[in-house]
């Protein structure tokens, strides 16, 4: 039985392919703004890359925020929910996981797990930019910096300045401020990481970060952020493989699961 | 001679003859800011939001006919018939005042807290932009001279909060405000002292007000009147614990808004009719909800009509609230005055304890009964989960989350920590996590079977 | 109106109570003489005074002394009772009666108390019931009701176990070896000189006495004791149950309620707060509000229950008889009670 789960973020919309056992196949693209055009695009991506047709998917389940645009899933669950089965799935090695930070697009969570991965309690943070992936998009252009870069360049740092700014907009003229005197490049980004970070770490205080922490959701590919939070939290934080698909993944396991007990 | 006063009456056990009037007065006086002509414009959209709730609320299954009554009352027939009676009307703020004083004066007593989305922009020209949005919605009433504010005369405005304080204040440039000293410390006895002296100031200025005593047999029927207003209420609390919900919480607090301004007798007897109804739905199985749809308990701030938004979202999640914590719900009317000396200082004492000791406000110093009751609460009614509903910006009830989270750890109830406004924009991100909410409860008790 | 109310109850026993003690005369007769104290040997020679030796011999139904005010006073030819416990108390030490003499009747009294303590205050005691119903006319009529001023109030436990300890001091000082046995006679009726029933029951038999002597220091002493005693009775028309808070009988029985088998409890949690149990408890009890400790069994209960009956929250109060919940609060819509009708 293979099952499928589709995660229409406000940035990225991303499709997984499950069989119960391993991950078929994978595909993202842009929401832009059409977020029902681009779930379309990216299952048929999925299912045309992995030689799999459309009558072969049992199941398909949407998340994220966007998940009510698709009309052909067979439910929808909330991106919280995906993102606990996903990372308790994907598992790390030092255990069951824990705290689940998601840092996305357009917003940023902390999940509780408890044992056998039911969720505890979660925290999200869905008002306002301030330690999110569009934070850092806005900062990177700013210093003429690729989003990918942004990461090992804020790791050259050996003196990271703070930027006091939460918000974007004021953030932004901080740096210029800055770049204006002069200050180094890398000094700033790492800065930057200690700022969002900090916005992230609030939210796993009020919940209470229990070990093994797993980071996911696109801004998890950033390392200069993972180092920022394990210096903040005073823990290790394990970042998997095809992190920014785990939402996805949890979504399509949630149909497998749905759709075992539906054929009992 | 000063001793003989003192011994008397300590031996007469009567309340100092210090008067006082509670009236608020301004010496920086100035112009009440208004926009008169756009009266009829709000009017309007007020009526438009309480026909959208009503709209939805009538679809639902099940619904008891008897809420026809309060239907008819939200929708405006109250103000003609106030217009008509000729009697004095007196708004008030909180659940602090006392309507047995203002039925016995023969005053029309009208709780003004509002639940507008649509009033608060004229009021941000004179309270500041952070500023707890029911303040600022009742405010914008009296700026846009809407009803039912318009119709009241005076406004008594206890120091509860911080906000209503200080909007008192400005309130007083459009019309009488009388302020009542509310202690912070509600469990001292020095403070049901103060709180005694501020009801017998209080029933004066009341007196001069309406222009007749307040006699002893006056207040005697209308504590009776007002004692079977909550005996009928009660009775209606008792058979919301029915294990198939037999009326939604958006009814429920319907009834009970309706409460704020209606004719205590007549809302009584609608109240009774409600309950006969319900309690043969109850027999014959007839119920709002499914039998096994999770029971929430929603307490925190305040969810006045219209603002029904999170009700909303978790009607759409396909959650039912089975009890709130409110002091616009159940916690309204909840306390009966019980009367043991018929005399005038025995019932102005039972009067002034009841408004006083049991309150579960957050404004006072230490609100440890409202934890007590909580766990109650959902002893009581067998809540799945508890919804703590913030105003942004109410900092009594921000504050007060911390120890809620820390007891409903240890009964091992989840509660999901909900900070919104009266504005629409946040209607999304509310539904992703009532609705994880909601799957984390339902885990949990597959979890548990 | 409901009829069997919780009050109701305990007024309809108050009233048989009440009948049985003052007026037994009237309903049983036995054929007992008894002259004096049989149970205690008087010394021929002592000279009490003349209001103390009743006229006539009298003869009682139960040869027993109730925890309460069953005073011996009453009445002349037939009563239900020999007399009071604390009387009982205060003449057995005095005349150093023999312990088979007292130990029965200790046992008896111990017994009734560990039970019931201060029930016997709220229920049966006739001192009690006349308190309450002056203080129930004073309602009708429209008074004002006093309250005990504060400053007051907090003497008077010290007051009250100071005075039963006076009592039995005075008793204890004639039988020590320290020449005070002169005052046999006199300390042996500390108890009855002070108390108020003397006067207050026999006017229900129709005996109007106002026996106080003066003739030596002693008895000096206790007439002044005696009469201001009796004022403070008599004030029950204005407060409630003024005497019971200093009464000895209740003193004795306070000590007991703390262990009684029937007792009141308590869940926190369930309390919002209210008020009224305090408000209404005619002991100004102002424990039972309270939320912590456990305080709610205190010495001044007198197991009238009326903040069980009257507490608006279902479970919060429980009336407990050995361990067994017998009566439970519970919310009740206002219904004019048979006592308590305004009506003029």
New interface residues.
């Given amino acids: 039985m293979i099952t499928a789960g589709i995660d229409v973020g406000s940035v990225t919309t991303k499709c997984v392919l499950f069989d119960g056992k391993k991950v078929l196949g994978k595909a993202l693209t842009q929401t832009k703004a059409d977020p029902n055009l681009a779930a379309e695009f990216v299952y048929k991506k999925a299912l045309e890359e992995n030689k799999i047709s459309k009558e072969k998917i049992s199941f398909i389940v949407s998340t994220g925020?966007g998940r009510r645009a698709i009309d052909y899933g067979n439910t929808s669950?909330?991106?919280?929910?995906a993102n606990a089965t996903g990372a308790y799935w994907v598992g790390c090695p030092k255990g069951e996981i824990k705290t689940i930070i998601d840092l996305g697009g357009q917003d940023s969570k902390v999940i509780a797990l408890e044992k056998?991965g039911?969720?505890r309690?979660?925290v999200?943070n869905?008002?306002c930019s301030a330690g999110t992936g569009r934070f850092l998009e806005n900062m990177a252009n700013v210093l003429g910096v690729s989003l990918e870069e942004l990461g090992s360049f804020s790791l050259k740092s050996k003196n990271p300045i703070a930027i006091n700014s939460t918000c974007t907009v004021f953030a932004e003229s901080e740096i210029i401020s800055l770049i204006s005197k002069r200050a180094k490049k890398e000094d700033i980004i790492a800065g930057l990481h200690i700022s969002i970070s900090k916005k992230i770490v609030h939210m796993a205080r009020e919940l209470g970060v229990r070990e093994p922490v797993f980071f996911d959701g696109g801004g998890s590919k950033n390392i200069g952020i993972k180092k920022a939070l394990e210096n903040a939290l005073g823990v290790e934080i394990y970042v998997p493989e095809n992190s920014q698909f785990i939402i996805a993944l949890g979504a399509a396991i949630v149909a497998f699961k749905l759709a075992t007990k539906q054929q009992k | 001679m000063q001793v003989l006063n003192n011994v008397k009456r300590a031996l007469l056990g009567d309340v100092t003859q210090e008067k006082e009037n509670p009236i608020l007065e301004r010496r920086y006086e100035e112009e009440p800011y208004s926009e008169p002509g756009k009266t009829e414009e709000f009017r309007k959209k007020i009526l438009n939001a309480s026909m959208q709730n009503l709209k939805s609320m009538q679809s639902k299954k099940n619904r008891p006919k008897a809420m026809a009554y309060f239907d008819k009352i939200v929708t405006g027939s109250r103000e003609e018939e106030i217009k008509k009676s000729g009697k004095k009307v007196l708004g008030y703020f909180c659940s602090f005042i006392p309507e047995e004083i203002l039925y016995a004066a023969d005053v029309i007593p009208i709780r003004l807290c509002a639940g507008s989305f649509d009033t608060m922009d004229v009021a941000e020209g004179i309270l500041p932009r952070d500023v707890c949005p029911m303040v600022k919605s009742s405010f914008g009433f009296k700026v846009l001279g809407l009803p039912l504010m318009e119709l009241c005369e005076i406004a008594v405005v206890p120091t509860s909060c911080d906000a209503k304080k200080k909007m008192g204040y400005y309130l007083a440039d459009y019309m009488p405000v009388w302020m009542l000293h509310l202690p912070h410390k509600k469990d001292s006895d020095k403070s049901v002292k103060l709180w005694l002296e501020e009801m017998y100031d209080f029933k004066d200025a009341v007196e001069k007000f309406a222009g007749k005593k307040i006699s002893k047999k006056a207040l005697e029927d209308s504590t009776k009147l007002l004692r079977k207003r909550t005996d009928a209420f009660r009775r209606f609390l008792e058979l919301r614990k029915a294990k198939l919900i037999p009326i939604s919480e958006k009814d429920f607090l319907l009834v009970v808004y309706v409460s704020f301004f209606d004719d205590a007798e007549r809302w009584t007897k609608n109240v009774s009719l409600l309950c006969d109804e319900i309690e043969k739905n109850i027999e014959r199985g007839i119920g709002v909800h499914s039998k096994d749809t999770i029971r929430l308990l929603l307490t925190g701030s305040a969810t006045i009509w219209p603002n029904f938004k999170i009700l909303d979202i978790i009607e759409k999640a396909g959650m039912a609230i089975a009890v709130d914590q409110s002091c616009v719900g159940t916690w309204h009317l909840y306390e009966p005055v019980e009367v043991e000396e018929y005399s005038l200082p025995g019932l102005m004492q039972a009067i002034a304890e009841r408004y006083l000791s049991p309150s579960i406000c957050p404004c006072f110093t230490v609100n440890d009964d409202r934890f007590d009751n909580l766990t109650e609460l959902i002893k009581a009614y067998e809540v799945d989960g508890v919804i703590y509903h913030i105003l942004r910006l109410c900092q009594l009830f921000d504050m007060e989350a911390e120890t809620v989270k820390k007891i409903l750890e240890k009964e091992n109830i989840?509660?999901l920590k909900v900070v919104t406004d009266y504005s629409k924009e946040?209607v999304?991100?509310l539904s992703?996590?009532i609705?994880?909410f909601k799957?984390?409860i339902l885990?949990?008790e597959e979890?548990e079977k | 109106m409901k009829l069997f109310t919780l009050s109701n109850t305990r007024r309809a026993v108050q009233i048989i109570a009440f009948f049985l003690l003052v007026y037994t005369s009237i309903f049983l007769t036995t054929g007992i003489d008894i002259e004096g104290l049989p149970f205690v040997s008087v010394p021929k020679d002592v000279v009490r005074p003349e209001w103390y030796a009743p006229e006539k011999g009298y003869t009682e139904v139960f040869d027993t002394y109730l925890p309460i005010k069953s005073c011996r006073f009453i009445a002349d030819e037939n009563r239900a009772f020999r007399a009071c416990f604390m009387h009982f108390a205060n003449e057995s030490i005095v005349w150093n009666s023999p312990p088979e003499e007292w130990i029965p009747h200790l046992l008896l009294f111990l017994f009734a108390a560990l039970i019931f303590a201060r029930a016997w205050c709220g229920w049966i005691c006739p001192l009690g019931f006349i308190s309450e119903s002056a203080f129930w006319i004073r309602k009708k009529l429209g008074f004002k009701e006093r309250k005990i001023p504060e400053k007051i109030k907090q003497y008077i436990p010290a007051f009250k176990y100071g005075f039963l300890s006076f009592v039995f001091l005075l008793s204890l000082l004639v039988i020590l070896p320290i020449g005070l046995s002169a005052f046999q006679g006199e300390f042996s009726i500390v108890n009855c000189a002070t108390c108020p029933a003397r006067t207050i029951f026999p006017l229900f038999a129709g005996k109007f006495s106002l026996d106080f002597s003066f003739s030596n220091p002693v008895y000096f002493l206790f007439s002044i004791i005696g009469i201001a005693f009796l004022l403070v009775f008599i004030s029950s028309f204005f407060f409630s149950r003024p005497w019971c808070r200093i009464c000895p009988s209740g003193a004795l029985l306070s000590l007991l309620n703390p262990v009684s088998f029937l007792r009141k409890e308590k869940e926190k949690e369930k309390c919002t707060s209210c008020g009224i149990c305090e408000r209404i408890c005619p002991m100004d009890n102002t424990t039972i509000q309270e939320k912590k400790g456990d305080s709610i069994n205190t010495g001044n209960c007198i197991r009238c229950f009326r903040c069980v009956e009257h507490c608006p929250e279902e479970d919060c109060l429980k009336v407990k008889f050995f361990g067994k919940t017998i009566y439970k609060s519970k919310y009740k819509e206002k219904t004019e009670s048979l006592l308590d009708s305004t009506k003029k």
Avoid: C, L, S
């Fill in positions: 925020y669950v909330t991106e919280i929910m056998g039911h969720i309690n979660f999200m869905d008002k | 989840p509660m946040d999304g991100q992703t996590r609705e994880a799957e984390m885990i949990r979890g």
